[in-house]
């Protein structure tokens, strides 16, 4: 298996991506990587292990940032790292592609270099957020703030794919986020939506009220991207601040100092279930091959797991298992 890995794009590039796809070689071992970005920068940082027949380094002449237009740098900086993976991955030269650069230009890349999957309309970012017994996918993050009902679908029909071959959920629930569990909550969107939703051939539970989307009401969660952003940065807000209140009450007197290192592993427990580094990043469903959209922070094991990720996606065929449930969609 090859996954084409962008050493350009986020905080810590190229240490990060270097450094986690050395890490990801030793975690599988039938696994090669192509190191795209700066040659000299990650000759250096490959060190010893120059010479493994599992590395490719691929130089980059140019690259895309963050505060440039994804459109025009899709189409104008074709020797970027994330315009020649899409490349790479479309004509099957690799398997998979991995990125903590430009969500944008990762979304445009994949849509305009990579191409969608039939019967895909717009490709979704679906990030997987703990939810106290395991993990839901919420779908979508952002990708999309202006949805049709039909599109909202398609993103059940990915959801389900995804949750069913990747993380071997068997029979996925999915919701709606809505603000009411009746059917006829919610505005336009969702109204249109439900019955589509409903009427589909996968398991779908109904209308989800935000004070449930964290209660293991459903295995994947539908919204348009609009909502889904507010949904995901409201949750990292309200984790952030909740785990800074409880240290600083926790640190405030002696006796709290006590119980506090007592409670040390459960808190490190709680951290670990919280902490997006251990999932990675946010699979690109909808194109056609295995995308990893990794956080712009990454650090050397966060994009290790986005890698491990993408390695689990290629195993399933996660857009063959996506094309599939769109034919049943269309079957019905």
């Not at 909502?227 to 984790?239: D, Q, S, T």
């Not at 409880?246 to 427990?269: H, N, Q, V, W, Y």
């Not at 050397?300 to 290629?314: D, L, P």
Request: overall charge neutral.
């Amino acid at each position: 298996m090859r996954i084409y890995v962008d050493c350009q794009g986020g905080d810590n590039a190229p240490k990060a991506q270097v450094l986690g796809a050395l890490a990801a070689l030793d975690e599988y071992p039938d696994l090669e990587l192509v190191l795209a970005g700066d040659e000299p920068s990650i000759k250096a940082l490959v060190g010893d292990k120059i010479n493994s027949s599992r590395i490719q380094i691929e130089h980059c002449t140019e690259s895309i940032s963050n505060h440039e237009s994804p459109a025009l740098a899709i189409r104008q900086k074709k020797d970027s790292a994330i315009v020649k993976g899409m490349l790479s991955l479309r004509e099957k030269n690799v398997d998979g592609f991995v990125s903590s650069g430009s969500t944008g230009a990762v979304l445009l890349g994949g849509m305009l270099r990579l191409g969608r999957i039939q019967g895909i309309d717009r490709p979704a970012l679906a990030p997987l957020i703990p939810n106290g017994k395991g993990q839901f996918l919420l779908i979508d993050c952002g990708a999309n703030v202006d949805c049709k009902p039909e599109y909202l679908l398609q993103f059940a029909a990915m959801g389900e794919a995804y949750m069913k071959i990747v993380k071997g959920v068997k029979n996925p629930r999915i919701g709606l986020a809505n603000i009411g569990e009746e059917a006829e909550k919610g505005n336009a969107l969702t109204k249109e939506a439900y019955p589509l939703l409903k009427n589909s051939p996968f398991n779908f539970v109904g209308n989800v009220e935000a004070r449930y989307i964290t209660a293991d009401k459903a295995d994947v969660i539908v919204c348009d991207g609009f909502v889904g952003n507010i949904i995901l940065k409201f949750m990292e807000g309200v984790a952030k601040t909740l785990l800074g209140i409880i240290k600083k009450e926790l640190l405030a007197d002696t006796l709290s100092k006590i119980g506090a290192l007592m409670a040390k592993p459960a808190f490190s427990r709680v951290k670990k279930l919280m902490d997006y580094k251990e999932v990675g990043g946010a699979p690109l469903l909808g194109v056609s091959g295995s995308v990893v959209k990794a956080h712009g922070s990454s650090d050397e094991r966060a994009f290790k797991n986005a890698i491990g990720q993408c390695v689990n996606m290629v195993k399933g065929d996660i857009a063959q298992a996506i094309a599939d449930n769109i034919q049943s969609i269309k079957e019905v």
